[in-house]
């Protein structure tokens, strides 16, 4: 079945830096991919939609100036938390949309701001 | 609105058989996906309804009723290693998921 990979699987930042998770699909291309959140014992929370060569499209409650995403090809989307607080982590996970409709799920990343 | 309803947990036992139903309200529709997820990791595909009726693949089947909205996922010969969180995830007309909260399945020797 299709990967989709996540890297890296697991961060730990101080307060105020920036960190970048990268979003792979492996043996297809995706045009679409999302990125999710999801906190402990809840369910996943859609952040944003990314779609290739264009703006994402933020989810309400979600800054976009706060959680940059580019989806620079059909296989690459990167999701950067900027000024990260120890609000910010959580698990985020990406997916990516096939051409069937599937979206298959990358691994995750754990992130913990202290 | 949109709406996703799962049981919150069920039990059952190794080997035996268990129905996890998921009902959904969308803005437009277009096909019901169900995922498992462990604990700490992200969730798996496991699949996706557009018409009626009952898929089947190995020990996991997948049914879809359009009209009454209404969807299961049916494991069969359950494993202790099928302990996790089934999501029910409805696309809506946007391409878009949304997700119930999740069924937490325990599986008891």
């Known amino acids: 079945g299709a990967v989709v990979s996540q890297h890296p699987s697991r961060v730990i930042c101080k307060s105020g830096t920036s960190v970048k998770i990268e979003c792979r699909s492996l043996?297809?291309?995706?045009?679409?991919m999302f990125w999710y959140r999801q906190f402990p014992k809840q369910s996943l929370m859609l952040m944003a939609t990314s779609n290739e060569g264009s703006k994402a499209t933020y989810e309400q409650g979600v800054e976009k100036d706060k959680f940059l995403i580019n989806h620079a090809s059909l296989t690459l989307s990167t999701l950067t938390v900027t000024s990260a607080h120890p609000e910010d982590s959580s698990f985020y996970i990406c997916s990516a949309r096939d051409g069937s409709g599937r979206q298959f799920f990358g691994p995750g990343t754990r992130l913990t701001v202290l | 609105g949109q709406n996703i309803d799962q049981p919150t947990e069920m039990t059952a036992t190794e080997g035996a058989i268990v129905q996890i139903n998921c009902t959904y309200q969308?803005?437009?529709?277009?096909?019901l996906f169900w995922y498992q997820q462990h604990a700490g990791e992200a969730p798996t595909f496991l699949s996706y309804n557009v018409l009626d009726g009952l898929e089947e693949k190995g020990r996991f089947s997948s049914f879809l009723s359009r009209s009454k909205g209404y969807s299961y996922l049916l494991l069969k010969e359950l494993q202790m290693k099928d302990s996790a969180s089934y999501l029910c995830?409805?696309?809506?007309?946007?391409?878009?998921?949304?997700w119930g909260a999740g069924t937490k399945l325990i599986i008891k020797p």
């Open positions: 995830a409805g696309e809506d007309s946007n391409y878009q998921l949304i």
């Open positions: 043996d297809f291309q995706a045009t679409t």
């Open positions: 969308t803005s437009g529709f277009n096909g």
